[in-house]
């Protein structure tokens, strides 16, 4: 099989310049983020809480699964100098086999975890989520060919469309009484649309052919790759399987609303935020101080925007939940308002640090870095699961202190960074945020305020938090902003 640099087509440059690409991606996430958090008010007066825990459970092994689905090699795909068509068809056919294999181990598994979880809908509900895991697999090596010619507008696009129609079905289900149905066909849905927006969009065609030997790099890389990925699953779904276990489906269904809006901050903008981080740090990779003054603008930044809104959310929480999704979800309003400084330290300091650390080339740092901290907030989060649901929550943010801590201490081995400087682009915005939730506290009175007027109040005080940063820390925002032109 000849080897040529692209497929039929695809030598034409983008058209568009890496920033606008960046820029869009970031836009289809916040989408996202936005439109997921829109139809919780229609979706969770419909639902049971114990069905949000259901839904939780399924996806554990889902998300795990997802994480094997490409199994790396999609991302070494896109690392070869040239195209080779014998490779590429290779890996797909490989990768193929893979899904349908998790497929097969899920459908395996469904009625075990259904057992070992005592609810018997979840062999269901899991069975109908195993053809997941092998969409994503058939459509990894499309995905990487329309990465490989950097047409991520159109990827955008396409998350924003298959959102926007799996949104849309999830409602109307909520509404036509489906339960946690709704749920499910969202996630098919929403995986239909992408595979067949993958395969129309790529001009990558498989042949019927297969080498073993072309492989052999490529799996090399998909090892690393993979232990890592599994390692931030299990660290990232231990809170949901301990809660399960140890302490039921309705106190795992408040866990599961609260985790839809503490993953946000990573998701919306931390996450996509950390790709045009990455590209100036591996520009800077020469000049170590160069790469602690991008970092540590990227913390300043994302500080000053997270901290104050989320904050105030957290304070403000039990209003707004009620409001926002019904009386039930009262709840959620401590075990939110408990994890949140965790995942906003994490989301605000780790995020960037690990671009970082790949743009210096030390990926085993990385790597040590997840390990440590699987290792360590496992226990934090069993230990809590067998005292309560906010036992958790509380968990989430201990464990943070410490993981951010030693995720410092790992990046001074490698640049002269200091720990000062770290925390002092977040003093301020989380000083005026403790300041107005102090003032939103003592002004709190059930008896004569109407909900809507306290969240009211609430963002007002978020509005003059945000004012103050701003005007007190002007100077240093606009050079953290001038570093990313």
């Given at each position: 099989m000849s080897q040529t640099s692209v497929p039929s087509g695809s030598g034409e440059p983008p058209r568009r310049g890496f920033f606008v690409n960046v820029g869009s991606l970031v836009f289809a996430r916040g989408f996202l983020a936005l439109s997921q958090v829109?139809?919780?008010?229609?979706?969770?007066?419909h639902l049971a809480v114990?069905?949000?825990?259901?839904?939780?459970?399924?996806m554990s092994v889902v998300i795990f699964a997802s994480v094997l689905s490409d199994a790396g090699l999609g991302r070494s795909l896109i690392r070869a100098k040239g195209f080779d068509q014998l490779e590429w068809s290779s890996v797909f056919w490989l990768l193929v086999v893979i899904g349908v294999l998790l497929c097969g181990a899920i459908l395996l598994l469904a009625p075990i975890w259904a057992w070992y979880f005592g609810e018997p809908r979840l062999w269901a509900v899991l069975s109908a989520l195993a053809v997941v895991p092998l969409m994503q697999s058939i459509c990894a090596v499309p995905n990487a060919e329309i990465e490989r010619r950097e047409h991520y507008t159109a990827i955008a696009r396409l998350q924003m469309v298959a959102a926007g129609v799996g949104l849309v079905c999830a409602m109307g289900l909520a509404l036509a009484n489906a339960g946690v149905w709704a749920l499910v066909a969202q996630q098919v849905i929403v995986a239909v649309i992408r595979l067949c927006g993958m395969l129309y969009l790529s001009e990558f065609r498989p042949d019927r052919t297969f080498s073993r030997h072309r492989l052999t790099g490529h799996?090399?890389?998909?090892?690393?790759?993979?232990?890592?990925?599994i390692i931030g699953a299990l660290q990232n779904e231990a809170g949901t399987l301990a809660v399960g276990k140890f302490l039921g489906p309705t106190p795992l269904g408040v866990f599961a609303m609260s985790q839809r809006f503490t993953r946000l901050p990573q998701f919306g903008l931390a996450g996509p935020m950390s790709a045009v981080v990455y590209v100036r740090m591996?520009?800077?990779?020469?000049?170590?101080?160069?790469?602690?003054?991008?970092?540590?603008?990227s913390c300043r930044l994302l500080a000053a925007v997270l901290i104050p809104a989320l904050a105030m959310i957290a304070v403000a929480g039990r209003e707004i939940f009620v409001v926002f999704l019904s009386e039930t979800w009262a709840p959620v309003a401590p075990v939110f308002a408990l994890s949140l400084p965790g995942i906003l330290l994490e989301a605000v300091t780790v995020t960037c640090l690990v671009a970082m650390f790949r743009a210096v080339g030390r990926t085993d740092i990385q790597v040590r870095l997840i390990v440590e901290g699987a290792l360590l907030k496992i226990p934090f989060v069993i230990a809590g699961a067998l005292i309560s649901i906010e036992a958790v929550a509380a968990s989430y943010t201990l464990w943070a202190l410490v993981y951010?801590?030693?995720?410092w201490a790992l990046a001074r081995k490698l640049v002269p960074l200091r720990v000062s400087e770290c925390l002092g682009g977040l003093v301020l915005p989380t000083a005026l945020s403790a300041v107005a939730g102090l003032i939103y506290v003592a002004a709190w009175d059930t008896s004569s305020v109407d909900p809507v007027w306290r969240i009211a109040e609430a963002i007002g005080l978020t509005c003059l938090v945000y004012a103050g940063v701003v005007a007190l820390d002007l100077g240093r925002l606009r050079a953290a902003v001038q570093l990313f032109r």
């Open positions: 829109l139809i919780l008010p229609v979706v969770a007066r114990e069905e949000f825990a259901l839904m939780a459970l399924a799996l090399r890389f998909a090892r690393d790759t993979i232990s890592t990925s591996a520009k800077a990779q020469d000049s170590l101080e160069r790469l602690v003054a991008i970092y540590l603008a951010v801590w030693r995720g």
